[in-house]
Structure formats: C-alpha cells, structure tokens
C-alpha cells in the first residue's frame, strides 16, 4: 500500500508556501485553473514513488528520477491544472512561477520547487526587471502584480 500523499500547503517551509500563495493568486488572476496535489513528502513515501516503475508495477512509467527529493524538506509541490492547457498557457505559467521564485525541473512535469532566492532577492529582480524599458506593458504589469501579492502576504 502506497504511504499517504500531503497536500497541505502549511507543511511547506514558510518561503515555499508564501512563493506558492503569490504564485496561485497569480494563476487565478490571468485564469489558470491550477492546483497542489502533493506537498511535503516522507522518505518513505519517496522511495515508494521512485520504486514505481523499476520494481513496484514494473509496466507503469517511472514516477520520479530522484530516491532524494526537495519535497522532503517542505521546498516543493506537484501541481496539476484544471482543464486543457495551451501552449500559451504553459509559457504564461512558466513565466509566472520564475517571477514568484519558483523553478520546474524537466524530468518531472508536474514538479514546482524553491529556486533558492528569498522572497525580497525575487522582488528586488522583479523590480529591476520592471523599471527596465525592454519589457512591454502587460509584462511590467505582471511584475508589479506579483511583487503587490507579496506584500500582501507580509503586511496584512
């Protein structure tokens, strides 16, 4: 028997879930329908999900390339999308999760997790990018909105 999944954002490390907050309320507000299936994870439950497709149910896909994940220390989520996503969208999403600092690794499609900045070294970037005369408006926009979010988070 598989060892439960997490979903509770609040086990994630409190950098983790603020950049998880500001980046969901991002996605909601440009209509992406986006959710956490999983957050933080034990050993156990990791080496469960690395064992499936190399010795548990040898004829499904692997389901991790890693017996050692950044879901083990509260600094990532697997998350999934309501409905279909269009290429637009995966760019727009990619876009949104850089910019709350967040990265996506690419053995693993639904894996989002910490980049290692602190939320103040992605807002001072985010600031630098939007004062910069290169980008147009709606990507300016999108910066200072993500940078409005969290503040939110720290000055309610």
């Keep these: 028997m598989a060892p439960k999944k997490q979903t509770d954002l609040k086990l994630l490390k409190k950098v983790m879930l603020d950049k998880v907050k500001v980046f969901m309320a991002i996605c909601k507000a440009y209509a992406l329908r986006v959710f956490v299936t999983e957050t933080l994870r ?56 850089k910019h709350c600092g967040l990265t996506k690794i690419i053995q693993e499609q639904c894996h989002t997790q910490d980049n290692c900045y602190t939320v103040e070294e992605v807002m001072a970037r985010n600031s630098r990018l939007w004062e910069s005369s290169e980008w147009d408006v709606s990507y300016r926009k999108l910066l200072h909105k993500i940078n409005d979010e969290f503040r939110k988070l720290w000055y309610k």
């Design 42 to 97: 034990t050993a156990e439950r990791q080496a469960y999900l690395w064992s499936v497709g190399r010795t548990i149910s040898i004829t499904s896909k692997k389901v991790t390339w890693t017996k050692v994940s950044m879901h083990q220390s509260g600094l990532a989520v697997d998350r999934a999308f309501v409905g279909t996503m269009y290429k637009g969208d995966r760019d727009a999403f990619r876009h949104f999760a």
